[in-house]
Nanobody, 121 residues
């Protein structure tokens, strides 16, 4: 599985962005997808994930602001980010795992290249 993340950019606080993660391969629909981020000077942080069933999980800091979805027909996962804050500034990565949604980056076998999200105050 190869993953290609896109959609990052510069946005003002309170704005929105939608990240996409396009996956190659026929087995996308059986994989759970996760989104992680790495802010400057910090470690990789779980943002949220979506199981093959469509069930989602989010870190508390983004609940009610971010929405993860997937379109299995397009082999693509999405991270809709609303009400963005300066502290959301980070490089965002998508990842795939065959073992079900997990908050631990070591559970994911495949990673995209990352896309920069910058939120100005």
């Amino acid at each position: 599985v190869q993953l290609q993340a896109s959609g990052g950019g510069l946005v003002q606080a309170g704005g929105s962005l939608r990240l996409s993660c396009a996956a190659s391969g026929r087995i996308f629909l059986s994989y759970a997808m996760g989104w992680f981020r790495r802010a400057p000077g910090k470690g990789r942080e779980f943002v949220g994930g979506i199981a093959s069933s469509g069930a989602t999980d989010y870190v508390d800091s983004v609940k009610d602001r971010f929405i993860i979805s997937r379109n299995n027909a397009k082999n693509t996962a999405y991270l809709q980010m609303n009400s963005l804050k300066p502290e959301d500034t980070a490089v965002y990565y998508c990842a795939a795992t065959q073992y079900g949604t997990s908050r631990y980056y070591s559970s994911y076998q495949y990673w995209g290249q990352g896309t920069q999200v910058t939120v100005s105050s």
